[in-house]
Every structure is written in C-alpha cells, then in structure tokens.
C-alpha cells in the first residue's frame, strides 16, 4: 500500500499488535484446553489483520463494536491484556469483573464496548453510539464489527439504512471468514459480496483483502476520514478466514483440508513479516525480540489472572442497575 | 365536526390536563432541561403529521428542531438499539413506537442489549433511555391491543413504569428520563383522552390537575387511591379506573375495598402492598393482560412468600383470558376485565 503514510515504527507496532493477537488466542487455546479457563470460546486466529488494520486507523476516543469472536478486536483496540486474561479466567480482575466473559469482554474506556454475542446486535448500538458523537458534536467515530452471517440478518438492514440516511460517523466493518459456523457464505447469500448490499443504502462500499494488513489500515484511513468529516458511513467487506473452528467443540469438518490450507499459505501474520522483513524494517532479530516481549506480556498477564481474587458468589447481584 | 372545535379550544395552563398533554408538557420540559434528551419514533415529528400515533410529541419538533425529534424509517429493532447505543454514548433519548405490541420486533435490543450491558460491563456502562409504548385493547385486534408489562418485567435490568392519570404520567415520565437504567414506560390508549384526530371514541375521560410547578414521581411508590378495611386491590393503567369503578358500586353493598395503583412494576413497592394486604386479609389484582404469566402472577407469589398468615381468602386475578385479543367489540368486551367482573369477585371474596 503505497497511498497509506506509513512509517516504520507503525507498521512495526501493527506486526507486534498482530503477533499480540494471535499469541494471546494461542495461550487461550492451550489454557481452554488444560481446563483452565470456564465456558466457551471462539477464537480468531487467522483474522488479525482485520482487528489491527481497522483498530490501527481509529483515534483514542473512538469506539468499537465487536462480536462473539472478540479476542483480536479487544487487543487490537489496546484493551489490557491482563483485563482479558483475567476475564477469560473469570476474576475479578477481569475488564467486566467476570461478569462478561469471553463473549463480552471489552471497556469503554479504552474504546471498545463489551461485546455483542448476538449476531447483528450490535449494529444498531454503534449506529446509535455515531449519533451520539455527532449529536454531541465529538469529532470520532464508531467502527462496528461484525461478520458475515450478520449481514443477513434484520438489523443490519435497519441501521445501514438508518446510519445512511443520517450520515452518522460510523465504519461498518464486516469480516467476511467464507462461514457462517458452519454454512458457507455462498449458501445463502446470492450475491457475491456482502459490500454490493452499500449501494442499497446509498452509501459506499468495498471488498478488501483481509489478510493485507495495510490494505485493511488504508481502506479504513479513508472510511473513517469520510465519517469523520460528516460524510457517513461506509460499507468495508474484509476477506479472511479464521483458522480454527468457530468455537472451541468445531473441528471444522465442513472446509476441505485444502481451503484451510491455501488460507493458512496467506497467513496475515506470516504475510506482513515477510513483507516487513523485505523491506528491511524487520529481521530475525528483531522478530525473536518480539516474539519473546509477546510471551513476556502473556506469561504475566495469565500469571495475574490466576493470582487474582475470584468474585465473590453474591457480586452476581450487584451491576443490574444504575442506583 | 367536534373534534376541530375540540382540537382549537383555548384550555387554561394551569387546570385539568389530559394524559396526551401531561406526557408531551413532561418531554418538553425535560428536553428544555437537558440538552442530551432527544425523541426518537415513527412520524414524531413530520410536519402535517400526527405528533407520534396519539398525538404526544405534536409539536414538539416545532420547539425543538429535527435534530431533536427524530423521525425515524419503520425499524422498531434499530430505533430501541440506536436509543441505547446513543444512551451509551452520553444521550438521554426517548424512543417510542407507534403500538406496544411492535416492541416485539424490538425485544432483542431492549432485553439482550439495553438491559444487559450495564451488567456485562460489570457496573461501568450505563443506557439511561427511555422506551415508550401504548398498550391496551381497543377494537384494533390482536396485534394492537396487547398489555405487555409483564413480558419486561421479568427481564432483570428494565424498569418497567405504567401510570393510570395525567399527574402520574407526568411525573413518572420526568422521572424516567433522568434516570440511568432503560425504562419502559406503557401508556394506555384509553387514557390518553388526547385532543385531536386520533381521540379514542371509547376513551376514559381521565383529566387531572396537573402542577405548572416542577414535580417528580420517584419509581417504586405505589399509590393508595381509596382506602378500606375489607379488601385490597391492585391495579394498573386502565384496570385502576376500572377498580375504582368497581369500588364504588360495593361501597354501596356495604363492602369497604382498598385500592392501589402500582404506578411502577419495577422497582415495585411491596410494602405498601403487604401493609394492605395485613391490613384486609383479602387480595385482588385486576390487570388486562393474559392470566398466565401475567404481572398479578407475581403480586400473588410474593404476598403468599409474605402474608400467607394474614390472609383470610385465596388471592384472586381478573384478567384477560389467555387468549389473543379478540376484534370483536362485543368479544372484546368479554376479553377486558369488567367492572361486573371486579364486583363480583370482589364479593366472592367477601362470600
């Protein structure tokens, strides 16, 4: 991406953020399976490029919105890693005090709301959360993810239309992983890309390479600018695929063995490090140097966690309202 | 015809105020108050419109601007979720929709959203919005004439207000948009009494004396309209005018009945309602909903966890039977709790 200004210490922090996201997923694979961790989780691997791309273009009071498949989207917008773990450990050190879990996590003081684990549901709030900013007269703006399966559901329809019509400063951010689950995307959408549907509101669109970080960044550069100037929303289609199943009992039985591995052959990760490293802005060196900080900051952030005080049973009973 | 005459009357500020009037002076006040209070629905604010489907926010976008008073496309789920997403963002809105029973097409947004994120957040967020809807059968049929409190009620994280009078309207709805938790406020269409074309034929005629002077109705303070010695009886909206009614007709039978206005169904005030009850030893709940599942379901489970000893009678329910609501006026008639049915149970409970 040549049209993006992108010094080297920037495209050095999206490689750690990505290397951050897909590390942090990994520990919690490992975690989740020596029974460490309580509940679900529905793991990113595979789409960092999408988190960090968007999440690198936003200001510090912007917001996002996230799903069931929050873990990149979090780290990517700089919540504290030791907030997650914690979470995901249920403690009440966590960034809901375990009151969110995996499917939830996130903080507003960081810009992120918790996440939406009804596909679609948050759409509407991040709508609702750009007319807030543009009532206010707040120069930010909301990136709203979701993936494909919620473009076919009612409330994208209803927002797009709305967040259209009242040019609210909002990035829809859908991450197209080719499945619903498991239903392919061909099999019930008609069209080829979910970015055609911005034509139906007026608005614009664009199917992008998902796995490209810098075109991930520089197509939401421009998105966002446009929000940002009282423009509206835009539509931003990102093409990714998540490499583990959709959540932690899915052995992904419905992609051949060759999709999988054409996709993991286009690894974000491994992608930019080679991109990075070509141009001289990254080396072994400095990537081990990396990688070591990474597991530093998870090896602590998981020590934390198991350390931390559990809630108390009867806090369950408290955070229902606002006294 | 009358209605225009009706509609041009010169009505004195300070006086008798209908619902319509008590509710729209209750937005306007509170949107001169507090800049972040903005109104959200369908056909609120067009020009040559109708101020909302009973005519409550008429003329408000004249004071307040489109910026204020939004009028939105027909998409209930995105209203109730741009409300909460705006609340989350530092706004007070007021969302409505046209009828109650559309709120079903907004449940997801208002009870997985709305209601959950301050809890999800673990006490950071909060989603101070307001939500509100007509209830009550009036020969529209079935899918626009439903009660639908309880149905919010038993999701935790929603305030849930219903008032029956003009004052009540007014102060609760001032209080609803200050406070900091989503509230769903039910007006019944019976009571508006609104001036205008959309004036219900078969509408009460509930005025009251509504204070030009700031008041608030805090949440969770039920009110003792009659008090008596024989039997309590609890209702809300429509059904407490129904009750009082009722009441009337056995203060002449000899009977000395206690009426309470619930007012709010969360925060609910049990103590006024258990102090009553210790008081008659008898129990009645009159609402229009469906019998099951409906909010008198849980009056009767919590004064039994907490009376059972005072009670001299089993607690009886006048409610709608679990069916839809029926079109016909004259099954409709049957369907609606009866002043009839009031008197009779009442004295059964007396037998």
Redo the contacts between chains.
Sequence with gaps: MSETSLDAAHRVKMYRRMVLCRRFEERVYYLFLEGRLPGTIHQSQGQEATAVGICSALEAKDMITSTHRPHSHAVARGVSVDGLMAELFAKATGCCRAKGGSMHVGDADAGMLPAIAIVGGGIPLAAGYALAFQYLNQPNIVACFFGDGAANIGTFHEALNMAAIWDLPVVFVCENNKYAASTAVEKVMKIKHVSDRAAAYGIPGATVDGNDVEAVYGSMIRAAARARQGQGPTLLELETYRFAGHSRSDPGHYRTPEEVAAWKGRDPIALYEANLSAQRILDRDKITAIAAEIEDQLDRAIGRAEQAESPRPEDCLTDVFVN | MSLSTEAGAVRPRVGEVTMVEALREALREEMRRDHRV?LLGEDIGIEGGFGGAFTVTLGLSEEFGH?RV?D??I?E??I????????????R?VADVQYGDFLFLAM??LA??AAK??????????V?MVFRAPVGATTRGSQHGQSLEAFFMHV??L?VACPSNPYDGKGLLKTAIR???PVLFFEHKLLYGSKGARKEKSGFQVTAMVPEDEYLIPFGQAKVLRSGQDVTVVANLLMVHKSMEAVGILEKQGIDAEVIDVRTLVPFDWETVFYSVRKTGRLMIVEEDNLTGGWGAEVVARVAESCMGYLDAPIRRVAAPDTPVPFAPVMENFYIPSVERIVAVARDLLA
């Design positions: 903005i910026r939004i939105t496309p998409s789920a995105a109730a979720g741009l409300a909460a997403g705006a609340a989350l963002g530092g706004l809105p997801d947004q997985n959203h994120l301050r809890y999800m957040s673990g006490g950071k967020l909060a101070p935790p994280g305030k406070d900091d938790n």
